[in-house]
């Protein structure tokens, strides 16, 4: 028939399916700050899980809640697509050397991206996954040790060390070489098809930081005239690259898995969304966009 459905990301970042959340494995609570059990406090054992008895049990549930779920949006959708026509924007940016305006930024102060890097919360894992070896998530602190493990890598500066405080520089991914270990060359997408704007980002939102950036788009439009009653906003997440978590400022200075996967420092969303910001307001007032500086190409470099 004439019908195509899609079932896509959006904002996933500190999303989970395990419902039931986690616990040790005597059934107490994990330890709030750091998702660890035991002593000495350990990962490994905090481990969220649900709806089912298994993993089996809960692929069934959360499959077939999900099939439902779109169903019902099928048989019950009202809103029709205006023909406010359809475009698009589409901008590479330079992420470990944007300046952030303050009306982005949560401090209300100009900020600026950091050259990329991993904090020690990203080994700890998460409750759907914990990672292994003595790192807890809610890391603020280097440790001696895995620093000098670390440096046979690369030594960041401190300059990066300023720049991406709190978070304590684990593995220093944007100066690795010879080929880059996390891609900072990144795409920003607008496209809009009459009354939706669907926003392709390059990674994965958080919860918050998908709200906030969806909120600036319709705080854009309404102040542009184009903000219509049936009009709607959404992420289109892991869209054309990838670069890890994006995480509110505030959701940074706790420095959990997401946090410490959040490259470009403490303003990354900000300067996202200054990004997003540009491409909005060129879609509106029908103005061009330069393509931006294009990634590194290394095809010819792997082995």
């Known amino acids: 028939g004439a019908f195509v459905a899609a079932f896509g990301q959006s904002n996933l970042g500190d999303v989970s399916p395990n419902t039931k959340g986690a616990s040790c494995p005597d059934g107490t609570p994990c330890d ?34 999900q099939q439902e779920a779109a169903m019902d949006l099928y048989n019950t959708a009202t809103d029709v697509l205006t023909n406010e026509g359809v475009d698009y924007r589409y901008q590479y940016f330079d992420m470990q050397q944007i300046n952030v305006s ?37 890391t603020t602190s280097p440790n001696p040790f895995w620093a000098w493990v670390t440096s046979f890598l690369a030594v960041p500066t401190q300059e990066q060390i300023d720049c991406q405080a709190p978070k304590p520089i684990l593995i220093d991914v944007g100066v690795m070489k010879p080929i880059e270990w996390s891609s900072y060359i990144l795409p920003e997408q607008v496209i809009r098809i009459g ?43 892991l869209s054309n690259s990838y670069s890890h978590y994006i995480t509110t400022y505030e959701e940074y200075q706790h420095q959990r898995y997401e946090g410490a996967s959040t490259l470009f420092g403490p303003h990354t969303l900000a300067a996202h969304m200054q990004n997003f910001a540009g491409l909005v307001n060129a879609i509106v007032d029908d103005q061009p966009v330069p393509i931006g500086p294009l990634p590194h190409d290394g095809r010819n470099e792997t082995r």
């Open 32 to 65: 709030f700050y750091n998702s660890t059990c035991g002593n000495p406090p350990r990962n490994q054992g905090c481990i969220a899980t649900g709806p089912g008895v298994d993993q089996y049990d809960s692929m069934r549930i959360i499959g077939q809640m």
């Open 102 to 138: 303050a009306e982005y930024t949560s401090t209300g102060q100009p900020g600026q991206t950091c050259v990329a890097a991993i904090g020690y919360s990203f080994a700890a894992g998460t409750t759907d996954g914990p990672g292994a070896f003595d790192f807890h998530q809610h």
């Open 195 to 237: 009354n939706l704007w669907i926003l392709g980002v390059p990674g994965e939102w958080s919860t918050m930081a998908g709200r906030r950036t969806r909120g600036l788009v319709k705080q854009i439009l309404q102040s542009k005239g184009e903000w219509y009653d049936n009009s709607h906003v959404v992420i289109a997440g």
